[in-house]
Structure formats: structure tokens, C-alpha cells
């Protein structure tokens, strides 16, 4: 073929290293980053160019947001929450439980005021975070046992992500900080009694189905989960206006692309998974409360002491009440009579 | 402020001019194009200009394909539906009664299928159709009586747009296709009994709370409604690669903007208008339920005798039953929890 002429020949080479907190394997979540990296080379015919390193291959891929602090790397692809160590209040970018799904989330973030909410805490840190690609509502994970009672929860060894195990940690549960790579020989050996990851079709690539029956859902402390492009305060600073424009739109069209790719590729994987033995299992509303009382509680207690945190979590917490009452309305209507008249048509087809 | 340097020299010069269905004061749904015109712009330092013409400007708002099939201008912003009168495959790119709420209509257009299977229907007009906006689940309109029972339909003058008014005439409704700056004085008058719009924030601009008391939900006929952003094929094809990049940017970042500002800022609309009176009303499960009925069979009938909507009707209905199941797990779970504790809450403040 033909080369196109070249139309970007006036703009400067930036060339950028990403560090993503993911294996490539996981091509939804990693290529979540990698998508930002092909949009940014497209909108300038690669004259800006981001170069990704999965998770190890520069840094681990826990320590990703601080590469990028300390300037080893220009930029990262990462969640925020498993910066909860340094700042709970990195959980409000990634997922907070029982927080928003997708479309509140994104409300919050680009026309809610979130992003606003967030810059100056991440400027503490020399970063600025972009909105860049999400998971959806995940799913619970993966049990040896089932989970019937609040009670069930004491002494349960769990790997779990972010924010989420302080509040899990109230009801008794021991949680575990285990990298994704990890997790199943430890949930095969029985060195922990549970794991969460994201939902059906990245859990399928980990295994996680092979090394326990029960598959729980919802992941009520991801309702959905924001990914989040980490870029050095002094490299965004020094990005031409257009160079900053062009990231901005490879970041927000890597949301539509992933979430799409996650709607698309979920449910077959969890169709096969149920096909081969897997047994869905929904948290009983009983357990659900006690957590969802723990998770608040928790909230409550970490505002009453970081500032940080208490500047973000009162609106958030006035957004989440007028999202609530709106999707009440048409959104959850709407979906719960869809949804009712499939599981009829489903009953009458046996 | 100094000018930034222009880095964008080299890039040609291209000035479109794009025919929007909608009027200028409603800043949402008018807004998803002009936000494609002023992200094109920002993509390429004002080198590529796509000027906007609000419905009515060149050319009347539902005459926009009409202008574009013809090349009068290059470009429109509509929604694909208003266009079921050439052909009921229109919707699909639109809405589809009982269809996909917005993130399955994502994950169909962009990773589902549906786009590929649209293609070559919009060749036959012309037309290249990019995803551009979307305004969530919509309201079911404003209505100056109560609705019951199917029965309460027989009659009832309904201003409603798209395949739903050709759902609602099976079960009596005589559809009424009116355009948005006179559905006002139509219902005022009383020429109709009811009329849908979009949502409370546009709705309320329309001022159709001023004229009918019951508010109903949902929009079953509108569980989103993608905008689309239609090109002229031979302009399409004429565009430097890198520009069509910078339109299928700019036309998914509309997505992202739009939504989210459509969920900010539909909750304090509805707030408003119930304070001032409104009556908030679901429609009855067994007036959903012949609506329902009524669309699978209009669906089936149109299969039956339009090549064109099969091609598409088919693979829709089969991604509609994957997205459905998996969508009654861990999303529709988190929203119903969520939702039941909000309600509870609200009660105990009581």
C-alpha cells in the first residue's frame, strides 16, 4: 500500500515509557493502557509515541505510581486503589465500595466534579490522573467455601484489592495483598480461602475456575472500576496544549473501547465457565448489609481524621445520594423489566 | 497569554459544515455534535473546522440525512431513528424499543458487531454513521391522564419519535411525529394527550412539565439512544487517515461527555419538577408487557419482509440475550442493592 503523506512532520517527537500495573496476558486491563499508547500514536502519526512495560518488566506493578512520583517513567496505566497504603483517598479514583457503577462513576469524574476534587491531592504526589478505560461492575470472586452468613466471613482468608479489605477486615476476614500473577497456585494450595480479581473474563485467564467452585457475585466494593493514566506532574506541565488535548482523547476513548470489550468478552466467558462446573452464587442481602454497614462506618472513621479524605468523601457522598435517586427511575426500570422478561422467555424455552 | 506555538502547520485545511436535528437550547443533546466539532478542532490546532448549524439553520432537523446523502453539507448530527420512515433498519443505530440500555448499545457498536453490520446499510445512503453521544435511558413522557391498563392506550394522541410509534399504533396509540420546538403548544392545546421528549433535563427546557401532570417511566422505547454523527461517504473517503482518526475520537469522546453530563444533570431536573408538583408514575407492569409484546412482533413482521432489518435483527437478538444474561448478574445485582439500601435510608430520614 500507498503511505499516507505525512501531515504531523511540524510537531515535536515525545517518546514516553508507561508502566502498567498489569500483565499483558490480561489483555482487557492491560490493553486498557495500550489503547491510550495506539490512539495517542494515531492522533499524531506517531510522533508522540508511549512506549508500555507490563507489570515487572521496569517496576513491579504495585509500584507503579511511584516511578512515575519519583520520575523513572514518564507516565503509568494503573487502579488507584492499591495506593489506598500511602492515602485512602486514592480509593475515590479507583472504586470506592458500594460507591458508583460505570456511568456514575464517569458522570463523577468528567461533569461531576471529581476530577476537580482529585487534582490538587494528586498534585501532593507530582501526578496528574486521567480517566482511562474501566471494568464495569466485577464480580465477587472465587470460594472453597459458601458464604451464607455474616459469620462466614470471620477468619475467611481473602484476596482482595484496595480499600475493600479495611472494610472486610471489620467482619473478621484476614485480606491478603496478593499480585495478580500469584493467585492461583495460593488458592490452589489453600493458602488463602478466597480471591477476587475483576470478573468472568480475565478470572478465566488466571484460572481461577479451576481452583474453586464457587463464584460470587456482585464485587459490591467495584461496582466499577476506574483505570487511571498516571502522568508526571513536570512531563504534563511541559506537553504542548495539542500533545496534552491528544492524551486526553486517547484516554477517554480508551474508556468506551475497554468497557465495550468487557460487555462483549464477560459474558461468553462466564457462559463457558457455568458450562463447565462453575456454580454462581449471589452474596446473601444479609452478608451485603453487614458490609455495606462496615464500608460506611469505615468511612466515616477514616474522614473524621484525614483531611485529604474528608474533602473528597462529603460531595461524593451528596453526588452518589442524586445519582441513586435518578437511576432509580428509568435506568434501573428499565433494566429490571428487560431483565425480568428474559429470565420468562429463558423458563418457557426448557 | 502567549500563543502557543503551532505545531499543526502541515495539516490541510478542511472546513465542514454539519446539520444538527436539534435546536441550539438544548445544550445536551445539540452539544454531543458540537463537542465533536470543537474536539476535532482542539485535535488539530483549528486545521480541521467543523462548523454547526443548529436544526432548521440549513435544513429542517429531520431532513439532515436527506442533506448529507445529497452533499448540500458534509456532515450531520442526529439520531438515526427519526429516518425509520426510508427504513425501519435506521433504528438499530439509533434505538430499538426494549433494546440496549447504553452500555450494551456500546458494547454492540463498538465491539459487538454492530457497527460492521450497519456499514454497508449506510453505503446504500451515502452516509458513514459514527456513535456520537448518548442520552441514557429516557423518561416515557409527559401525560395529562393517568395510564392503567393496555386499554388506556386506545386512542391516546402520543407525540413519539422513531420505530416505537409504529410499536404503540398495535396497541391503538395514534402516533404523532411533531418536532421538539412544538410539542409544547400541541399538548398545551390539547391537539395531544401525551408527548415523550428525551429526559427530565431537556424536558424541562421544553417546559412539558408546565403542560401534564404525570410524569412516566421508563422510556422503553429509548433504553439509550446513541447519537450518530453521519459523513458523507465520498468526504469520508476523501479525508487524510489522520483526520478520520480525529473524527472517531472526537465522536467517542462525545459519548463520554454526553453521558455524563446528562447524569449530572438530570437528577437536579427531576428534583426541581417533582418539587413544583410533577407526579412521578411506572407504567404498569402489564402496559410494559404489551408493549413488549407488541415490538417482537413488529420486529418479526419487518424481518419477515425487509431483507435489510433482517440482516441486522438477527445477530442484535442473539448479542441482546448474551448482554442480558450477563448483565442480571453482577451489574443489575450491585444497582438493585445499592438502590434498596438508598430507599431504606431515605426512610429512616423520614
Not at 489506598?84 to 480509593?91: E, I, L, M
Not at 432509580?328 to 431483565?339: K, L
Request: hydrophobic share 40%; aromatic share 14%; proline share 6%.
Amino acid at each position: 500500500a500507498l503511505a499516507a503523506p505525512a501531515l504531523a512532520q511540524g510537531m515535536p517527537e515525545v517518546r514516553w515509557r508507561c508502566a502498567s500495573s498489569f500483565p499483558k496476558s490480561l489483555d482487557t486491563i492491560y490493553g486498557a493502557g495500550d489503547h491510550v499508547a495506539k490512539r495517542v500514536a494515531a492522533l499524531t502519526e506517531g510522533r508522540f509515541q508511549i512506549r508500555m512495560f507490563a507489570a515487572g518488566e521496569l517496576v513491579p506493578g504495585l509500584a507503579v505510581a511511584d516511578a512515575v512520583q519519583a520520575g523513572t517513567v514518564e507516565c503509568a496505566h494503573t487502579a488507584s486503589y492499591y495506593f489506598v497504603g500511602k492515602d485512602p483517598t486514592f480509593a475515590f479514583d479507583g472504586a470506592m465500595p458500594f460507591g458508583f457503577n460505570m456511568r456514575q462513576m464517569n458522570a463523577w469524574l468528567q461533569a461531576g466534579g471529581g476530577r476537580d476534587l482529585l487534582r490538587d491531592f494528586f498534585a501532593g504526589y507530582n501526578l496528574v490522573s486521567l480517566p482511562a478505560g474501566n471494568t464495569g461492575a466485577q464480580m465477587g470472586g472465587w470460594f472453597r467455601k459458601e458464604v451464607r452468613t455474616p459469620d462466614d466471613l470471620k477468619g475467611l482468608k481473602f484476596r482482595i484489592g484496595g480499600f475493600a479489605g479495611n472494610v472486610l477486615q471489620k467482619l473478621g476476614v484476614v485480606p491478603q495483598q496478593i499480585a495478580g500473577g500469584d493467585i492461583y497456585p495460593s488458592l490452589e494450595k489453600g493458602t488463602i480461602d478466597a480471591a477476587e480479581w475483576v470478573g468472568p473474563y480475565d478470572d478465566e485467564k488466571l484460572g481461577l475456575n479451576r481452583v474453586a467452585p464457587f463464584y460470587y457475585y456482585p464485587g459490591w466494593w467495584e461496582g466499577s472500576l476506574n483505570l487511571s493514566f498516571y502522568v508526571s506532574k513536570p512531563q504534563w506541565d511541559a506537553l504542548p496544549p495539542l500533545y496534552k488535548e491528544v492524551l486526553e482523547s486517547a484516554c477517554r476513548d480508551s474508556t468506551v473501547e475497554t468497557m465495550a470489550k468487557y460487555d462483549v468478552q464477560n459474558p461468553q466467558a462466564l457462559r463457558r465457565m457455568v458450562a463447565a462446573g462453575s456454580q454462581l452464587r449471589a452474596f446473601p442481602r444479609e452478608v451485603l448489609q453487614a458490609c455495606y454497614r462496615a464500608a460506611f462506618e469505615l468511612y466515616d472513621e477514616t474522614a473524621a481524621r484525614n483531611p485529604n479524605f474528608k474533602r473528597v468523601y462529603e460531595p461524593w457522598k451528596a453526588f452518589r445520594e442524586t445519582q441513586y435517586q435518578w437511576f432509580r427511575v428509568a435506568e434501573n426500570t428499565f433494566d429490571n423489566f428487560s431483565y425480568f422478561m428474559h429470565a420468562q422467555e429463558q423458563q418457557q424455552r426448557r
